[in-house]
């Protein structure tokens, strides 16, 4: 109806009529053709089907969804033995995957076997990589992220979905890619608002000085946390998933 009107006034005005809206970058799913991927991605699909498996005792509770900054969690990552202490008791999954996109989770959760139990909670942090050397704006990206979250939704609907804000980039506030970063984030509590059992966190300021400084202590490349950056993530969320999963 919309674009008949607009037809219509274009035809008055000499205005041009509407057009259909093109996929948005950051919310169409897209595969990664590289073979690490792949392999990852089949290593997460076997531990599903484990899961599935009434004769194996496989459990997965927790869905840790993201980039490269979650998947420093294991492989021998700066962040493993904060997972081991932390996460693994919370029978988590590591859904990150290095230089993951928005869109690029939205593949692989399209291609994930369903578990047959619900995941009592998740963990969403994506989109820096979107932005920042990425191509696309602070609100695209975000855009990005609220429609992983209806998705996890969809997928699991008793599932209680915790967004956690970007974690800042670069040494100084002034850093551009700090601003889009900044921007992005500041759009995520008015588009999460109305997913069900969806909740949102901002805790990037735990990693900075009170002049906004982010020291080379919490990231030592300026993007990854340290494992003293892992242990403050770890402090900061895992009692809120505990308790969004019923856990003491």
Known sequence: MKCII???????????ACSAEKPHPSTSAQVRLASWWMTRH????????????PKKETKVELL?????????????????VVWQKH???????????GG????????RLEHLPKLKTSPKAASLMIGTNNICWGSDHPR?????????????????????ILVVAVFPRRRELTHPHRKEI??????????LKGIPNVSFVDI????????????????????????????????AIVPTLKQLMGKK
Do not use: C
């Open 204 to 235: 990037g300021p735990k990693f900075l000085d009170d002049k906004g400084h982010l020291s080379k202590e919490m990231m030592p490349d300026t993007t990854h946390p340290s494992t003293k950056g892992h242990e403050i993530w770890a402090a």
């Open 182 to 191: 900044i921007e992005l984030n500041s759009h995520l509590p008015k588009l």
């Open 6 to 16: 607009t037809f219509v006034l274009g035809l008055a005005t000499g205005l041009p």
């Open 100 to 107: 993951d996109r928005t869109n690029h989770v939205l593949w």
């Open 87 to 97: 996460f693994a008791p919370l029978n988590a999954l590591n859904l990150g995957f």
């Open 64 to 80: 840790m969804v993201g980039d490269s900054i979650t998947h420093n969690f294991d492989n021998g990552g700066p962040g493993e």
């Open 140 to 160: 695209q990206a975000a855009d990005g992220v609220q429609a992983i979250a209806k998705k996890l939704n969809e997928m699991y609907p008793e599932m209680k």
């Open 42 to 53: 089949a290593e997460k699909m076997a531990i599903i089907e484990a899961a599935n498996d």
